[in-house]
């Protein structure tokens, strides 16, 4: 079993950053790729970004591009997400998602295995 939590949500004003932070524990060694999705008021939960092991490499929603920057520390098995240039629409609850080992890459945006509680990201005035 693997365990994820987050942490770093909070208020912040539209145009302004918030850094998140996933660290994940237990079986750590069956975890292949590492990410986050969001859910928003009135929304379904929906893919944000993620950073695979080897061979390594990113996704990210069209709608976060340019904005967030997913990274990630294998020798720490954690993932944190930075987000730039928040608007208002960015206000969701953020699930840090790990897959596991032997799985197909993409699967991370559709079907991950283990999930965290979630951490409220809040972006007004």
């Known amino acids: 079993q693997v365990q994820l939590v987050e942490s770093g949500g909070g208020l912040v004003q539209p145009g302004g950053s918030l850094r998140l932070s996933c660290a994940a524990s237990g079986r750590t060694s069956s975890i292949y790729s590492m990410g986050w999705f969001r859910q928003g008021p009135g929304k379904e939960r929906e893919f944000v970004a993620s950073m695979s092991g080897f061979p390594t490499g990113t996704y990210y929603a069209d709608s976060v591009k340019g904005r967030f920057t997913v990274s990630r520390d294998n020798a720490k098995n954690t993932v944190d997400l930075q987000m730039s240039y928040l608007e208002p629409e960015d206000t969701a609850l953020y699930f840090c998602?790990?897959?596991?080992?032997?799985?197909?890459?993409?699967?991370?945006?559709?079907?991950?295995?283990?999930w965290g509680q979630g951490t409220q990201v809040t972006v007004s005035s």
């Open positions: 998602v790990a897959l596991r080992r032997f799985r197909p890459v993409e699967a991370i945006r559709s079907n991950p295995d283990w």
